[in-house]
């Protein structure tokens, strides 16, 4: 291989391979992948998986209160101990036995097993072991409101860049109308059956609608920024998304039963439900307090002052200790923690009976929003199809000399408002129909995606 040949194979390594861009790479997204990669992605729920794990830990440091805790435990010490010495009667001892008694350094090892377990606790254990499930349940629940939560922003971002997209199509096709219709005021005007003036106004309707489609790109970008966060890329990524904005109709029930069901599976509920339950479990260990509690305490090993000694049953020390606790006066203290513990039960249930009526009235604005729009886009639907038609008949008057370029102007306006209007009534309507189902527990895609 020569010099050069090298070079140029360093080169190629050192380029890798080509990079396509991202936008020719990566398919549209549809509703359901963008709120898959949220849920993936987004730290919100991550927080949410980290404290459910953060709970399983506790469950485990609960339960551990209720079995045997046992510790290997040892020592080694090398002492001189002159106590015996300093004995207050030790000027009794006879003499021969003083001059033997001459303190001297010694080792002494000691090694055991030792062994803990509560006999009986009052229900504490119990208790404890109790609420932590709840913490834990609760934390589950919590996380269901995450996820519905975060389905909803991302539901709401994608129909936003689809309304977004929509309202600039219709910009566009307006430009067209008016581009066309230059067009043809320009040729009357050099044919001599149409003013100057004409020609002028529609010129200056075309320019009109250039900062028009500026502010609805800029409206596109920022809608399509606003998904790229939920998902966590890059905010100036080209992401494109699969769909259109079109009525969906969803029949719903009475207003009552959507109430009722939304008060039975809404997990802001079941998360309200299980505060009042720990509230009520924290009283009962409150009021355990004071109660009498049993432990047992055994220990096993070898105390020796020459390490060969180990295992020798003549070494061996043990001993089995049970003991018991019942406090008799505290000056108040379990009087105290149970007052709280009470208070907080009652606010407990109180905020669960607020949240019962704000669920109520939620659900029923979502109700009635769903409804009205309903009745908009008919409403809508009907004016596009007029305003079309009285457009149509413009440009053909002026063609033919029947109708100016401010009627033609004032038709084309009033048809860009109609399919705006129409545009808007849709969006507000699945919107609604998304509020209602996050209102009612019931899944807000027709799939339900869940991490």
């Not at 038709?411 to 209102?439: F, P």
């Amino acid at each position: 291989m020569t010099g050069m040949q090298r070079v140029f194979l360093c080169v190629l390594l050192a380029a890798g391979p080509a990079s396509v861009p991202a936008a020719e790479t990566e398919k549209p997204l549809t509703v359901e992948e963008a709120v898959e990669l949220a849920l993936e992605r987004n730290p919100e729920m991550l927080v949410v998986l980290e404290e459910l794990d953060e709970l399983q830990g506790k469950i485990t440091e609960v339960r551990s209160s209720a079995f045997p805790q046992v510790s290997l435990q040892g020592s080694g010490v090398r002492l001189r101990d002159p106590s015996i010495l300093n004995s207050s009667s030790f000027d009794k001892v006879p003499q021969e036995f003083r001059d033997a008694l001459v303190p001297v350094a010694s080792n002494m090892f000691d090694v055991n097993v030792s062994v803990k377990q509560p006999i009986y606790t009052a229900g504490k254990v119990s208790t404890a072991l109790r609420l932590a499930r709840e913490s834990l349940e609760e934390k589950n629940a919590a996380g269901d409101v995450v996820r519905q939560q975060l389905t909803y922003r991302v539901l709401r971002a994608f129909n936003d860049l689809l309304l977004s997209e929509a309202n600039l199509g219709v910009v566009e096709e307006t430009r067209r109308q008016r581009q066309e219709h230059l067009e043809q005021a320009r040729e009357r005007f050099k044919n001599g059956v149409a003013t100057e003036i004409d020609a002028l106004r529609s010129e200056v309707n075309v320019a009109n609608m250039e900062p028009e489609l500026i502010r609805a790109a800029n409206r596109v970008r920022l809608a399509r920024a606003v998904i790229n966060n939920l998902i966590v890329t890059d905010l100036e990524a080209e992401t494109r998304i699969a769909g259109e904005l079109r009525y969906r109709p969803w029949p719903v029930g009475p207003l009552g039963d959507m109430q009722a069901r939304a008060l039975g599976i809404r997990p802001e509920m079941e998360v309200a439900r299980k505060q009042v339950e720990q509230a009520r479990l924290v009283a009962s260990l409150a009021r355990a307090e004071n109660k009498l509690s049993v432990d047992m305490d055994g220990q096993w090993g070898y105390a020796v002052r020459q390490p060969q000694n180990f295992f020798d049953n003549q070494f061996s020390r043990w001993s089995l200790m049970f003991s018991f606790k019942l406090p008799l006066f505290d000056s108040g203290r379990k009087a105290g923690l149970v007052r709280q513990a009470l208070a907080r039960q009652r606010a407990a249930e109180r905020r669960l009976a607020r949240l019962e009526n704000d669920v109520r009235l939620e659900v029923k604005q979502a109700y009635d929003d769903m409804r009205s729009s309903e009745e908009a886009i008919s409403a809508a639907e009907l004016s596009v199809a007029q305003a079309e038609k009285v457009r149509r008949m413009m440009q053909a008057n002026y063609q033919y000399g029947a109708a100016t370029t401010l009627d033609v102007t004032d038709s084309q306006t009033a048809l860009v408002v109609a399919r705006n209007s129409l545009i808007n009534a849709t969006y507000d309507y699945e919107m609604a129909k998304a509020r209602l189902r996050l209102a009612s527990g019931i899944p807000i895609l027709d799939a339900e995606v869940r991490p």
